[in-house]
């Protein structure tokens, strides 16, 4: 159990918005997989989903995934029709902070957090090598903290989240912005997007070097709100923020400090790619199998 990929198959949803189409056309995945692994004589020990809404991870309901409009659904449960073994079901920072303390960058540390800087921005949280989720779930929603009270409107329609300074697309925003006041600025040229973002700003030219600072200092907020919040051994990076190409210019530039006591927290970056959920999912189920057995359903 080293967390490597033995096998992988994907197959594409005909309609994300219906979750009984969804679950049938998983179920059949499933019971390839469980042919596949009886054929091998290899043992299924439990199903990990890393779901990108909210749930209830004692129950295996979806609550909500309101960008692809699904309501509270017994997901765990219907999937459990197809094999009888259970199923575990995380949201998906979380089963990446889990992917990142059983197999990645928090090997042996008892206390970790997985900040996520990608299309949302949040964070899983391990403490005391256990996920913590606090009292409503919200533990970890650190991109909806208010940063800026006079800011831009966020997806979740409260004003100056987090999220609407570090996210992906509030990076492409402010670049857009700042394009219109600069139509002859090289960047307008070429099409927007992280990448060139980081190559121009690299390059020092200026709209990018001005979304480079508002980004550098607000990922140094992300990372103060998280070292305040949880106080972890370590902070691991995630998300097309760090992980595109030329991103080093902004780890590069934020530097963590003036805190009010000597503080040690070690930040890296995520090696999964673009694995992490799977092996998260795989994490969570091994996880709870080892550590909260009495944490699974059925
Ligand atoms: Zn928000």
Redesign the pocket.
């Known amino acids: 159990m080293g967390g490597e990929l033995r096998y992988m198959e994907e197959r594409p949803v005909d309609d994300p918005r219906e979750p009984a189409k969804g679950i049938e056309q998983a179920k059949d995945l499933l019971r390839s997989f469980e042919t596949r692994a009886k054929r091998r004589r290899r043992p299924l020990y439990g199903i990990g989903v890393s779901f990108p809404g909210a749930v209830d991870p004692r129950t295996g309901d979806c609550l909500l995934w309101a960008e692809s409009g699904w309501k509270r659904f017994p997901l765990a449960r219907s999937l459990m029709e197809a094999m009888d073994i259970p199923v575990l079901l995380e949201e998906d920072v979380r089963a990446e902070a889990l992917g990142e303390f059983w197999f990645g960058e928090g090997q042996g540390v008892d206390s970790l957090v997985l900040l996520k800087l990608a299309r949302g921005v949040g964070a899983g949280v391990v403490l005391e090598q256990r996920p913590y989720r606090g009292v409503n779930g919200l533990a970890g929603e650190v991109?909806?903290i208010t940063v800026d009270p006079y800011g831009d409107r966020?997806?979740?329609?409260?004003v100056g989240?987090l999220?609407?300074k570090v996210s992906v697309p509030a990076v492409l925003r402010k670049a857009r912005e700042l394009l219109k006041k600069n139509p002859d600025s090289p960047l307008a040229r070429e099409e927007l997007s992280l990448e060139s973002i980081y190559r121009a700003a690299r390059e020092g030219e200026k709209v990018a070097r001005e979304v480079l600072e508002q980004l550098v200092a607000f990922t140094k907020v992300a990372l103060e709100i998280v070292v305040h919040a949880y106080d972890p051994d370590i902070i691991v990076l995630s998300g097309a923020v760090v992980e595109a190409e030329g991103a080093d210019i902004l780890l590069n530039n934020v530097q963590l400090g003036d805190f009010p006591v000597e503080v040690r927290v070690d930040v890296r970056v995520s090696s999964f790619g673009k694995h992490r959920g799977i092996i998260g999912a795989a994490a969570s189920v091994l996880h709870r199998l080892i550590v909260d057995p009495q944490a699974i359903e059925g």
């Not at 966020?154 to 409260?158: A, F, P, V």
């Open positions: 991109g909806h966020c997806s979740c329609g409260r989240c999220e609407t």
